[in-house]
T-cell receptor, first 113, second 114 residues
């Protein structure tokens, strides 16, 4: 069974640009969560989607947004990039919303110059 | 005070040693406790999952939860060089059917030397 797939693996952008990251969950998984990982703050929850609906959102500015499609694939978008947005963005999938057992992808490493 | 505190290490041990990793937390609503292992340039991988207080064993790994002290531990017996990774504790306050937001510790970097 294929794991969680995130694309691209690496991304370099400049301040002010926007970026879209993609996540394909494990087949059959319907819940997708996004996390930001930095050396200073560790892993921080961004948002969670289930059945194309955002069910929970972390404490991030509105520049961070996401969506989920009918096939459970998800995208997250960051607009007006800032230097502090440089991080590893991790997507995790789970079967549904009744479990805390998350399966993570390898992440997208975003560098903002 | 951060919700979850974890000593970042680094921790370096010889092969075969017993490793003890710990986290403390402040939110008494946390009911679900997990340990993830993260290799360099990879996403976290779920190692152990525990509900409420008690012990859980899986091979060389033992997870302990003491809710009265708000303290969780992961023990690794007979540690191997392949155990070298960052270990992250994670917790959740939600019950079935609700939204899930895991709160993570910052991770402990472990190196097992051959």
């Amino acid at each position: 069974k294929a794991g969680v797939t995130q694309t691209p693996r690496y991304l370099i952008k400049t301040r002010g640009q926007q970026v879209t990251l993609s996540c394909s969950p494990i087949s059959g998984h319907r819940s997708v969560s996004w996390y930001q990982q930095t050396p200073g703050q560790g892993l921080q929850f961004l948002f969670e989607y289930f059945s194309e609906t955002q069910r929970n959102k972390g404490n991030f500015p509105g520049r961070f947004s996401g969506r989920q499609f009918s096939n459970s694939r998800s995208e997250m978008n960051v607009s007006t990039l800032e230097l502090g947005d440089s991080a590893l963005y991790l997507c995790a999938s789970s079967l549904d919303t009744s479990t805390e057992k998350l399966f993570f992808g390898s992440g997208t490493q975003l560098s903002v110059l | 005070q951060k919700e979850v505190e974890q000593d970042p290490g680094p921790l370096s041990v010889p092969e075969g040693a017993i490793v003890s990793l710990n986290c403390t937390y402040s939110n008494s609503a946390f009911q679900y406790f997990m340990w993830y292992r993260q290799y360099s340039r990879k996403g976290p991988e779920l190692l152990m999952y525990t509900y409420s207080s008690g012990n859980k064993e899986d091979g060389r790994f033992t997870a302990q939860v003491d809710k009265s002290s708000k303290y969780i531990s992961l023990f690794i017996r007979d540690s191997q060089p392949s155990d070298s990774a960052t270990y992250l504790c994670a917790m959740s306050a939600n019950s079935g059917g609700s939204n899930y937001k895991l709160t993570f510790g910052k991770g402990t970097l472990l190196t097992v030397n051959p």
